[in-house]
């Protein structure tokens, strides 16, 4: 093999990864994670694993992206994956739906729902997503309202995310052989 063939093989894996940046952008970071993801989604439908695994791992991961325990969403997403025999890829790409981005309306949306149906009137800081501080000094109601969304708010995205992937799957691999079948 030559040497040109191999930077050029170097330089396709790196692309199919996604570890090339794209130069000019500003969102380069979000547009890598963006990728990261949907590898990690190919490589789950591609797996060997049945369709109900593969969506039952993408359900656990977005429940646990859900978590008020930042930090802990990833661990926490193949742990349960590992327990409940899911399919631990995508597992791990769905608890990519905790990101920066994404966590601060994640959180105010939990605290609401859990503040509405525990019927605290909680005086939440005027700059929810800076203020963390301030939301700690209030405590355990905040705790337990972030709590209540989680349970209700994840297992509703949750829900949604098993439906949507099993489908894609079973659409995925009829696609594919039909085209098997086609081309035989």
């Known amino acids: 093999m030559t040497e040109e063939q191999t930077i050029t093989e170097e330089e396709e894996t790196k692309t199919e990864t996604g570890e090339v940046e794209e130069e000019g952008d500003g969102d380069v970071e979000k547009k ?3 990728r990261t993801i949907r590898e990690l989604l190919r490589k789950a439908i591609k797996s060997n694993d049945s369709p109900k695994k593969i969506a039952l791992g993408l359900a656990v991961g977005v429940l646990m992206a859900f978590s008020p325990l930042a930090g802990t969403q990833t661990i926490s997403s193949l742990g349960l ?3 409940f025999k899911a399919n631990k890829i995508s597992a791990l790409a769905g608890s990519f739906f905790a ?3 994404t966590m601060p ?3 105010f949306l939990e605290l609401k729902l859990g503040k509405a149906i525990l019927g605290y009137s909680l005086q939440l800081p005027t700059d929810i997503i800076n203020d ?3 939301l700690m000094a209030l405590g355990s109601e905040v705790m337990l309202s972030l709590t209540i969304g989680f349970f209700l708010l994840g297992t509703a995205v949750a829900v949604v995310a098993y439906f949507v992937m099993l489908r894609s799957v079973f659409a995925y691999r ?3 052989e039909h085209l098997r079948e086609k081309k035989d």
Do not use: T
């Open 132 to 134: 963390i501080p301030g």
């Open 99 to 101: 990101n920066p981005f």
């Open 32 to 34: 890598k994670k963006r």
């Open 174 to 176: 009829k696609m594919r």
């Open 105 to 107: 309306i994640i959180y």
């Open 81 to 83: 994956a590992f327990l």
